[in-house]
């Protein structure tokens, strides 16, 4: 084990043997480069100052104050914590456990233990901030799950929550039952703009940071999406969040549920599959982003016997086409692959396929970091390298913006200031 690794486990030891100390010593991060989520280039020879919880000097050759902590990072990139912008912590891979059965068949508590532990996952993946996008069933589980990472009970990344999402009655799952027995739903049911207004409030009393509508969805299994919600109802809704300061995102596969979504003035649109060059320069003039979620397809596909082979199956194609056609068009595009659908912790995933689709490794890191921020409402306090800023920061091996594959070895987490652990790669 290096000195480094010796530096760092010493003060992982420390910060969970004692209590957080008044003035914390200043860290001096020294990485081979820095990222810094905004130019695109890594910057060699750039270190970072960290005090307490915030960044407060980065460039070559800081001066330090007396006492500062050192870890060196020869070798390593060092950039902004990534931001996973479509995740659902309460599911797992559909490949051990089908949708319907997590729903239906696990009980609370242990989608919740579950959830704990895909959050640690995700933190320790480098991802140090997260939309959850719907507990899918499992209630204001993420509220609580939010509050204990919060108050250091459990480790995770920082959470945006949904609750409990919002679907036009009948329109979801799970579905197939004799119409006279209740059967637990992945979201909650509206049906006209007023219980739609009554659910936001709802769910917003309960603690959701974001609206997530459902534009579309198969009435019966095995049908084609078709939009579900109208036009009325999303525009209620989204009246509702914005008064209460809450930005709305709208599941929207169909071209009608994306202009329907549009036209409602949300703030971003996942999936977007069925998206159409007219809609996608709508989105782009109002400023609506697009998760594309490329893992989903692309995950959903293998799961039904897709190796992997060129030519791609029809879901698959479709999203990286309109991945293509939403860029074109200047739609800001997040990055958000719908963890959850697959494992918690290869979040890079997504990443990964962005990349394939035609973004450059740098557009990717972006996206991923002071991307998700500024349009999660969160640009002002995280997602840069940047003085004054809070230290969510990831070290990886080597340069991202030459071989985006490398974010998959992580070599050192911090969160608000506080390395959290060395990372998936493990000493060398």
């Known amino acids: 084990m290096t000195m480094r690794w010796l530096t760092i486990a010493a003060m992982l030891l420390l910060g969970g043997a004692a209590a957080p100390s008044a003035d914390p010593a200043p860290l001096l991060l020294r990485p081979a480069g820095v990222f810094d989520g905004f130019d695109g280039t890594v910057h060699a020879g750039w270190q970072v100052l960290v005090r307490g919880e915030r960044i407060v000097a980065v460039g070559p050759e800081l001066a330090v104050p ?59 993946a ?47 799952g799970p579905k197939g039952f004799e119409p006279g027995v209740a059967i637990p739903q992945g979201a909650e049911e509206v049906s006209g703009p007023e219980q739609m207004v ?60 994306m202009r329907r979504a549009v036209a409602a003035g949300v703030d971003t649109i996942e999936h977007g599959y069925g998206g159409t060059p007219a809609i996608f320069a709508s989105m782009a003039a109002k400023g609506i982003a697009l998760c594309p979620t490329l893992a989903a ?27 293509g056609l939403a860029r074109a068009a200047g739609v800001p595009i997040c990055m958000g692959g719908d963890a959850g659908v697959y494992a918690h912790g290869s979040n890079v995933r997504e990443m990964v396929l962005m990349a394939a689709a035609g973004m450059t490794p740098a557009q990717v890191l972006i996206a991923a ?16 390298v940047k003085p004054g800023l809070l230290a969510d920061l990831v070290a990886v091996s080597g340069d991202p913006t030459t071989n985006l594959a490398t974010i998959r070895d992580v070599r050192l987490v911090i969160k608000n200031g506080t390395v959290i652990a060395p990372g998936t790669g493990g000493p060398r």
């Open 66 to 124: 007396a006492g500062t902590r050192v870890i060196d990072l020869a070798g390593d990139t060092l950039m902004p914590g990534m931001i996973e912008g479509h995740g659902h912590l309460f599911l797992h891979p559909y490949d051990e456990a089908s949708w319907d059965d997590q729903v239906l068949h696990e009980p609370l508590a242990l989608r919740t233990a579950r959830a704990v532990a895909n959050a640690r996952a995700t933190l320790h």
């Open 126 to 172: 480098g991802f140090t901030s997260e939309r959850d996008l719907g507990t899918e069933g499992a209630g204001y589980a993420d509220v609580g799950l939010k509050q204990a990472i919060d108050q250091g009970i459990v480790e995770g990344p920082r959470l945006r929550v949904a609750t409990r999402a919002i679907v036009a009655l009948g329109a979801y």
């Open 198 to 257: 009554a659910a936001v409030r709802r769910q917003i009393a309960a603690g959701a940071d974001w609206v997530k509508l459902y534009a579309d969805y198969r009435w019966r299994g095995g049908e084609d999406a078709r939009a579900t919600l109208s036009l009325a109802e999303m525009k209620a809704a989204v009246a509702a969040a914005h008064d209460a300061g809450r930005p709305v995102a709208v599941h929207a596969s169909t071209a009608e549920g």
């Open 297 to 323: 397809a692309d995950a959903s596909a293998r799961y039904r016997g897709w190796t992997g082979a060129e030519p791609a199956p029809p879901a698959v194609r479709a999203a990286r086409a309109s991945l």
């Open 369 to 384: 970091t002071s991307g998700n921020a500024r349009w999660m409402g969160m640009g002002d306090r995280l997602g840069a």
